[in-house]
């Protein structure tokens, strides 16, 4: 298990790496479109999700030279019905290669990707 650490209110860009391209016959370039969720839970609904962000147009940036998705977590991200801190999050990734409307559910090599929102001061 994979769980990247990240402090409420701060704006990271998280760096994702597939690694099963080879697997797939495709590479990075045939990227056309990124589906991210951060979700509470396992069987929470995609739609339901706290975080649902998409390339190419929102928060969401292609690394060509290093093959990295990066996914820009903002301020605006945390609070109300979205991040909450001291709180777990699955990570969600589906990459459509080539417009072929399919996306592939990237699984991390069957490794859960996670992600802890770390409190960065005390709330009442």
Do not use: H, W
Not at 85 to 111: C, H, M, P, Q, R
Request: hydrophobic content about 40%; cysteine-free; charged content about 25%.
């Amino acid at each position: 298990m994979s769980v990247t650490k990240i402090k409420y209110e701060n704006t990271v860009n998280l760096a994702i790496t597939i690694n099963n391209f080879t697997k797939l016959g495709k590479t990075f370039a045939d990227i056309t479109r990124v589906l991210f969720l951060l979700k509470s839970n396992a069987s929470q609904a995609d739609a339901a999700a706290p975080i649902q962000k998409a390339y190419p147009n929102e928060g969401i940036t292609l690394n060509l030279v290093d093959e990295k998705i990066i996914v820009n977590i903002a301020k605006a991200d945390f609070g109300g019905d979205m991040l909450q801190a001291d709180a777990t999050y699955l990570i969600a990734i589906g990459v459509e290669f080539n417009d072929s409307g399919e996306f592939y559910e990237d699984k991390d090599d069957k490794l859960e990707r996670k992600l802890y929102v770390i409190p960065d001061k005390i709330r009442s």
